[in-house]
């Protein structure tokens, strides 16, 4: 019995616990789904939010899209209106033309009419006449005429001829007296002096002690400023000044400024005198090109090429017959311009076939053939105008003169170098002989560069030392003078000096 009140006891005591599990099990259940509704609605108003935002956001992109076409769309109207005014003007101005032409053309028409109505009330008068003749005469009207005509050229044949003679001689006389005066003025408006600085430059010095600096210990200094530069350095007993000897005036220069640079800097020694050197070569260029520039602009030739110019401005450092070839060239330039206004030719075409007409000499050491092909090669390469091409190359009449300005060109050639005092021929042929003996060497396989020296006197050769052993340069200093002695004609002798240098250089890092 007591048993059995056990077990209901124990099963009542499961049941409740059971009750009781549940019944907490499902407080806690509650609790739970409450926190999870408020964290969904807490998830939820955050979305909220940041659709609210992106939104804003969009709209606020959507209007500045939207401003910023309205502003493309304004520009563009704008734009589409000032074309549309323009093309207005253009159409208007075309309109007002074409009522000035028809105009003209009507007041041609009615002239050809009058001259119409002229014509045929002389035919009609003319006819009549002879009408009446023949019916007076009873002889056909074509006898008449040529019975008429007869009769006058036999009357006054005498009278025709002396007056066609008096009429051609006033016009040749007439032709004659106005070219000279033409010329004439040309060749007034255009004279000035030579430029007599042909092969020397002279040097200022602050003292006499500058002289051994310049010469250097041993005479190092100075041998490196001549082999570098190609010039002949002469210091004599004249007080204050170093004379600068050479025939080709790129090089004077680029000694001159070289020295005057070495001596207001004070320290001179080999690695200073070349590079300075080098410096100044790089200047030069940039002279070139200034007076390039310069020349072009003074002749009034424009639109040329930079590279063109370029090759221009080394004119200014050439001679012909002791004349500077780019002043002459500008000289040219103006007097075919004058020609070619009293001419009536294309004034323009003709100044610039002056300007370029010796462009040929500015590369002619560096590129066989004539000067005058040469530049027409050149011309060419740029894409010069073919009119201009045709001006320039008939000045030695090399090719025919196809047009007015080809004519004009050389006329301006002969009067700038025919001039008194222009030119000097024994500076010409003196150069000639120098370039010439700086050829023969620079013609031997291995020769880097070639100096001639001394008036002519004496050619320095650099040989290349990796091409040419010390054997082979003594066998090119003969070979050389052979070819001179062979080749050229000079008084007393000259002194060929091959000279090969070995140079390592090595840097330390």
Not at 37 to 58: N, P, R, Y
């Amino acid at each position: 019995m007591s048993l059995l009140i056990v077990l209901i006891i124990a099963m009542a005591a499961g049941l409740t616990g059971i009750a009781i599990g549940w019944f907490l099990r499902f407080i806690i259940s509650l609790g739970k789904k409450g926190s999870m509704e408020l964290e969904i609605k807490e998830m939820l108003l955050g979305a909220k939010e940041e659709v609210d935002i992106i939104t804003s956001e969009a709209e606020q992109q959507a209007q500045e899209i939207i401003k910023e076409a309205k502003k493309e769309a304004k520009d563009a109207e704008e734009k589409a209106d000032r074309i549309e005014s323009r093309i207005i003007a253009k159409e208007d101005a075309i309109e007002a033309r074409q009522k000035e032409i028809d105009k003209e053309e009507q007041e041609v028409r009615e002239e050809i009419q009058k001259i119409e109505l002229s014509k045929k009330d002389i035919n009609q008068l003319r006819d009549s006449y002879t009408k009446k003749l023949s019916e007076i005469a009873h002889i056909p009207t074509s006898e008449i005429k040529n019975e008429l005509i007869d009769n006058i050229e036999k009357e006054h044949e005498e009278d025709l001829l002396v007056r066609l003679q008096k009429i051609s001689e006033q016009n040749e006389d007439l032709y004659e007296t106005k070219a000279r005066d033409i010329l004439a003025s040309v060749i007034q408006r255009m004279s000035k002096q030579l430029d007599h600085t042909l092969f020397t430059h002279t040097v200022n010095l602050p003292s006499e002690d500058m002289k051994g600096k310049i010469i250097g210990k041993e005479g190092r200094n100075i041998k490196t400023f001549e082999n570098l530069t190609g010039v002949e350095v002469i210091i004599d007993d004249t007080p204050g000044v170093v004379t600068l000897s050479s025939f080709d005036p790129v090089r004077r220069e680029i000694a001159t400024v070289a020295l005057g640079k070495l001596i207001k800097d004070g320290r001179i020694q080999p690695v200073k005198i070349e590079k300075t050197i080098e410096q100044t070569k790089d200047e030069i260029q940039k002279i070139i090109k200034k007076k390039g520039e310069e020349a072009a602009y003074e002749a009034g030739v424009f639109n040329l090429d930079a590279r063109l110019i370029q090759i221009v401005g080394r004119l200014h450092f050439r001679t012909s017959y002791g004349q500077n070839v780019l002043s002459h060239s500008v000289e040219m330039a103006h007097i075919a311009g004058m020609l070619a206004e009293e001419l009536g030719a294309n004034v323009k075409i003709a100044k610039a076939g002056a300007l370029l007409h010796d462009i040929g000499k500015a590369m002619d050491h560096e590129v066989p053939g004539t000067h005058v092909e040469i530049g027409r090669r050149i011309l060419q390469k740029f894409e010069v105008h073919e009119d201009i091409i045709k001006a320039m190359q008939a000045h030695h009449e090399e090719y025919p003169y196809e047009t007015i300005e080809s004519i004009i060109v050389q006329v301006a050639d002969s009067i700038s170098g025919g001039r008194p005092g222009a030119r000097r021929d024994n500076a010409e042929n003196y150069l000639k002989r120098l370039s010439e003996l700086e050829a023969i060497a620079t013609h031997f396989g291995g020769v880097e560069k070639a100096y001639a020296l001394e008036a002519g006197r004496e050619i320095r050769v650099f040989v290349k030392p990796e091409n040419v052993s010390d054997y082979e340069a003594a066998q090119m200093a003969r070979d050389i003078a052979r070819k001179i002695e062979k080749d050229l004609k000079y008084p007393g002798e000259i002194k060929v000096n091959v000279i090969r240098e070995n140079r390592v250089i090595e840097y330390a890092r």
